[in-house]
């Protein structure tokens, strides 16, 4: 089996993720939090330790900072609520995922408007644009670092600086560049940075959370029990109970403490490094095939680890069916989510093949694949 779809949810994971998540469900599995018994303060540690990893990952001095949330959606929607008001105006970008196009589409009948800064193919977004967009009643800027459909990078750090400008908040969805690409709040001028703990962090699926600047206030998606100021009816107000009410993913924590602590001890330059010669790799291959159409650029240092294609005029699920059925290569088609993007590169009824490695795939494995390419190409030669 060849696993190409990483951007979905890396596998495989570090073995180091397993155990730590083993030796939580064996040797803790107390409640963090809830409690003074030995077993809830070593879940309490375990969180706690998590927290300290991901505030140094991304240049933060208070762990407190980081909370914790199911996966990436689920942050970002917490970003989002716990910002905007009735009468509140959102610009974000045509490159969108579904985790950001529905919930800004939910608050827009609660009176929030959205400016969606459009691009087109190889000019995905113009920063005059996005000036232009700005109104009085403008509260933050949201936008994905990376599309998960070409893999594209969009320039954070001068949306972020154009948003300062302005002084509006500047959220980004790290979805596809959290535990690639090195994202330092300190330096870039981002607000709200939201990451899935699943993909490119390697921790296991049910993890996610939210990194703030110090000074940007939520108000919570969800209310209830922390653990703290039990004898109040109202939801504390400081971090990170404010945004973490009920029982926390104690064994997915576990497993995303270790996989960042692997990610750190490795260095991300060698992980991107080595995810950039995979897409060359297949950039290069597949763009000697004839049928082979890439979407993005052809320069995969320009790009997140995804490489997105079409053959012909083929439909792209039964090009992933056949890849998967004949060749055991796990590859994503469709609309990966994302239906504004493939508006834009007018793929909205084709789809497009996601090929996504891992620092962990082989470059014999991306070598079957294009060969895989190559052979439904001539497969089907009469009808692309
Ligand atoms: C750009 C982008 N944003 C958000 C998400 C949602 O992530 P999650 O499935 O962890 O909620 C994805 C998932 O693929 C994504 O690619």
């Known amino acids: 089996m060849i696993y190409l779809d990483n951007a979905a949810t890396t596998w495989p994971k570090p073995p ?35 927290r300290v990893e991901l505030a140094e ?18 942050a970002i929607n917490q970003a989002l609520v716990g910002l905007l008001y009735p009468g509140d105006h959102v610009i974000t970008s045509s490159l969108e995922h579904n985790a950001v196009v529905r919930p800004l589409k939910a608050l827009e ?15 995905e977004f113009s920063l005059e644009h996005y000036r232009q967009s700005f109104q009085k009643n403008t509260k933050c800027v949201i936008t994905l670092h990376a599309s998960n459909v070409t893999g594209t990078l969009l320039p954070i750090e001068e949306i972020g600086k154009i948003a300062g400008e302005h002084g509006v908040k500047y959220i980004v969805d790290a979805a596809q560049t959290a535990g690639v690409f090195d994202i330092d709040l300190e330096t870039l001028p981002i607000d709200i940075l939201t990451f899935p703990g699943h993909k490119g962090l390697l921790g296991p699926q049910g993890t996610g959370g939210l990194a703030l600047r110090e000074g940007v206030n939520l108000k919570p998606l969800i209310y209830g029990g922390t653990g703290s100021l039990s004898e109040s009816e109202n939801q504390p107000d400081f971090l990170p109970d404010a945004l973490e009410s009920g029982t926390l993913n104690g064994v997915g924590i576990a497993g995303l403490g270790a996989s960042v602590q692997y990610l750190r001890s490795l260095g991300l ?6 995810e950039l010669e995979l897409c060359q790799q297949l950039i290069d291959g597949l763009s000697e095939i004839p049928e082979v159409k890439i979407y993005g650029e052809n320069n995969a240092l320009n790009r997140a680890p995804i490489v997105s294609f079409n053959i012909g005029s083929l439909d792209s699920m039964f090009v992933a069916d056949r890849l998967d059925q004949v060749y055991g290569i796990r590859s994503r088609a469709g609309m990966h989510c994302a239906p504004h993007a493939h508006r834009m590169f007018k793929t909205i009824s084709q789809g497009v093949i996601r090929f996504s490695p891992s620092h962990f795939t082989q470059s014999e494995e991306i070598a079957e694949a294009i060969q895989a390419v190559r052979n439904l190409a001539k497969e089907f030669e009469r009808t692309v």
């Open 269 to 274: 330059h060698v992980i991107r490094k080595r």
């Open 16 to 50: 180091e993720v397993v155990q730590a998540m083993a030796d939580f469900m064996i040797n803790m599995g107390g409640n963090s939090g809830r409690g003074t018994h030995s077993a809830s303060i070593q879940a309490a540690n375990v969180v706690f330790d998590t």
């Open 109 to 123: 009948r609660y009176g929030v408007s959205v400016t969606e800064v459009s691009g087109e193919p190889g000019n």
């Open 57 to 74: 990952l991304f240049g933060l001095k208070n762990p407190s900072r980081i909370a914790f949330t199911s996966n990436a959606t689920h």
